[in-house]
T-cell receptor, first 114, second 116 residues
Framework: DQQVKQNSPSLSVQEGRISILNCDYT??????FLWYKKYPAEGPTFLIS?????DKNEDGRFTVFLNKSAKHLSLHIVPSQPGDSAVYFC?????????????FGKGTKLSVIP | NAGVMQNPRHLVRRRGQEARLRCSPM?????VYWYRQLPEEGLKFMVY????????ESGMPKERFSAEFPKEGPSILRIQQVVRGDSAAYFC??????????????FGDGTRLSIL
């Protein structure tokens, strides 16, 4: 049972345009969400997070949107740069329930074309 | 480099041998987490430890796998009598103390375990 789903295994975007990565979740107990970026042969690097009490969080070129009623979140990267090419993982957790385990999606491979 | 350090980066074992994976958390972090990533999959939680305590091992296989985080030294993930299905990337993450901390988990670069 996949509690976090990233339905697009891959995405190609032209440099300078917007990248939109999507993530759906099924666990209603999740109250905190994170996006990680991963290059080959490296560990995931934290990008941005959002608490369920918010619907938007922004950090530079990265913005995460949360739609609780739809159990959907998205990561927007604008403008996209070739160095953004990586696998992006969405993760959820239930901090209010005292859990610290992160439940990850399978990832979306983003390719930014120069 | 004050990041999460994992060693070895690559480990090759034959079926039936033991594998020991080490993780030193970031400076100031006292919470350690282990995750496993199979090919084409996301990371799956295995265990959460604090110094000398296992807090949550709900993701650990019931047999052959164990983890510890002693008072001194790194956290160890131990796999006994390895089988081909144990081949995966094993990632360690750490976070600062504080039950209500909003600090994210920071990951090491992983140990790639290959079973011959």
């Amino acid at each position: 049972d996949q509690q976090v789903k990233q339905n697009s295994p891959s995405l190609s975007v032209q440099e300078g345009r917007i990248s939109i990565l999507n993530c759906d979740y099924t666990n209603s107990m999740f109250d905190y969400f994170l996006w990680y970026k991963k290059y080959p042969a490296e560990g995931p690097t934290f990008l941005i997070s959002i608490s369920s009490i918010k619907d938007k969080n922004e950090d530079g070129r990265f913005t995460v949107f949360l739609n609780k009623s739809a159990k959907h979140l998205s990561l927007h990267i604008v403008p996209s740069q070739p160095g953004d090419s990586a696998v992006y993982f969405c993760a959820g957790t239930s901090r209010g329930a005292g859990s610290y385990q992160l439940t990850f999606g399978k990832g979306t491979k983003l390719s930014v074309i120069p | 480099n004050a990041g999460v350090m994992q060693n070895p980066r690559h480990l090759v074992r034959r079926r039936g041998q033991e594998a020991r994976l080490r993780c030193s958390p970031m400076k100031g972090h006292s919470h350690v987490y282990w995750y496993r990533q199979l090919p084409e999959e996301g990371l799956k939680f295995m265990v959460y430890l604090q110094k000398e305590n296992i807090i949550d091992e709900s993701g650990m296989p019931k047999e052959r796998f164990s983890a510890e985080f002693p008072k001194e030294g790194p956290s160890i993930l131990r796999i006994q009598q390895v089988v081909r299905g144990d081949s995966a990337a094993y990632f360690c993450a750490s976070s600062p103390p504080g039950i209500n901390s909003n600090q994210p988990q920071h990951f090491g670069d992983g140990t790639r375990l290959s079973i011959l």
